[in-house]
């Protein structure tokens, strides 16, 4: 117990107060055990419950950033991310009753041949970051428009982001000017597709293609990218399911299976 003292004219009140009911910053606000979290958190407030949003935002795999108890672009796009990967409506408000979500583990999406790579969900608008068989982060994306432009040869193409299997083949760190406008280190993966920062990313489908993300995000995701590494892409005409394939399996694992189904030969396919 942690004991505050108010000063009131003529006496003195002693008040005992639980230390850690309430987040402080560097001794900057008063810990207090009747303040109950508010009902919601908008971007652009500030106060010690946004520092705490930020810190479980953090540490449940969602970039908020620095926790600095202000509800800036970083922490509006993890509360982003955050409400994508939960079917919640994409205000980049965050609920009183969304704070137990925070404690439920990302899940992988599902299985495949690698343990390490990154995976894009169109239909979700979220990156998943997947290291070791598991949910590093996810990030806020912004993929194609559907909208019509006019392509560099001239004629009137529909913004679309492929779909498939594939592996980044190309990487330039820094920026990248094309006549659609600039790409913040983009790490390509289908032709002239790629994944790269930029200053717009709402959360709603808005690029001519390419996969948008955060120019801070960016700047995390650079380093752990690697030339060869898979890239699946799906959600908005085809499923996960029609894209990933199957791990393969481990000369234990047939043995294994084998046995299971009790012959020695033919494993079903």
């Known amino acids: 117990m942690k004991v505050a003292v108010l000063l009131v004219p003529a006496m003195v009140i002693a008040l005992a107060v639980p230390v850690a009911a309430m987040p402080s910053i560097d001794g900057e606000y008063t810990v207090d055990g009747e303040w109950p979290a508010p009902g919601r958190i908008s971007p652009e407030d500030r106060g010690p419950w946004v520092a705490e949003l930020q810190i479980a935002l953090n540490d449940a795999g969602f970039r908020a950033g620095e926790p600095d108890g202000y509800f800036g672009r970083s922490t509006l ?29 990302l899940v992988v999406p599902g299985d495949a041949p690698e343990d390490t790579r990154v995976e894009v969900d169109l239909g979700r608008q979220v990156l998943y970051l997947i290291e070791k068989d598991a949910v590093s982060f996810v990030l806020p994306i912004s993929s ?18 492929p779909e498939g299997s ?56 650079a380093p752990r990218l690697e030339l060869g590494m898979p890239v699946y892409v799906y959600g908005a005409r085809n499923e996960r399911s029609n894209i990933v394939p199957a791990p393969t399996l481990t000369v234990d694992e047939m043995a294994a299976q084998r046995l299971a189904f009790g012959f020695g030969g033919f494993v079903p396919g």
């Open 144 to 161: 194609a428009s559907g909208d019509a432009y006019r392509h560099s040869s001239g004629s009137v193409v529909r913004a679309n982001t």
């Open 166 to 221: 594939y592996e980044f083949y190309k990487k330039v760190d820094g920026w990248r000017i094309s006549y659609l406008g600039g790409l913040y280190r983009p790490f390509y993966f289908s032709g002239g597709y790629a994944i790269h920062g930029s200053g717009s990313v709402p959360p709603y489908p808005a690029s001519h293609g390419c996969i948008r993300v955060e120019m801070w995000d960016m700047d995390f995701l």
């Open 77 to 105: 796009g993890a509360v982003y991310a955050f409400q994508k990967v939960h079917d919640l409506p994409r205000d980049g408000v965050f609920l009183r009753e969304h704070w137990d979500l925070l404690d439920e583990p």
